[in-house]
């Protein structure tokens, strides 16, 4: 019992050192998948600042512009969320049937955050509707968070 109590206070006390170990990176030490990401879809944007976040098992990247907008990618460089303030997100990174979707059901909005896990797509519009989509661009969920 002793054991495995030494061992889970270990592994607490590397998760609690782990944390929160944020470092500033330049844009050519970004995976080459995420820089090519950027160059084609931000290529008027200007950096502000790039970090690469280590946690426990994973890593991650985040890409900070001076407009606010930020693109957060995982260690291969593929993005997994994209967040717009001042713009709308790149309609090339929207999957079709997603856009198709906004476009007849809320044609004043626009897509200002995407978000892709392995599951589902999580999209914000202008006018705050949450929408969850399937990979397979069906709607699961939809929430409104005028609040």
């Known amino acids: 019992m002793k054991k495995w109590m030494f061992l889970l206070v270990c592994?607490?006390?590397?998760?609690?050192?782990?944390?929160?170990?944020d470092k500033p990176?330049?844009?050519e030490q970004l995976p080459a998948a995420a820089q090519t990401f950027i160059k084609q879809?931000?290529?008027?944007?200007?950096?502000?600042?790039?970090?690469m976040e280590k946690e426990f098992l994973d890593s991650s990247y985040d890409v900070i512009f001076i407009n606010g907008?930020?693109?957060?990618?995982d260690k291969k460089?593929?993005?997994?969320?994209v967040s717009c303030r001042r713009m709308t997100v790149p309609q090339a990174i929207?999957?079709?049937?997603?856009?198709?979707?906004?476009?007849?059901?809320?044609p004043d909005a626009n897509v200002i955050k995407i978000e892709k896990d392995r599951y589902e797509y999580e999209v914000r519009l202008s006018n705050f509707w949450?929408?969850?989509f399937d990979l397979n661009g069906n709607l699961i969920d939809m929430d409104n968070d005028n609040d």
């Open 11 to 21: 592994m607490f006390s590397m998760q609690v050192a782990m944390a929160d170990n």
């Open 25 to 27: 990176i330049t844009f």
């Open 41 to 51: 879809h931000f290529a008027d944007a200007k950096v502000a600042f790039v970090k």
């Open 69 to 73: 907008d930020k693109v957060e990618f």
């Open 77 to 81: 460089g593929n993005w997994k969320d």
């Open 94 to 106: 929207v999957p079709t049937k997603v856009q198709e979707f906004v476009k007849s059901n809320y």
């Open 130 to 132: 949450e929408l969850t």
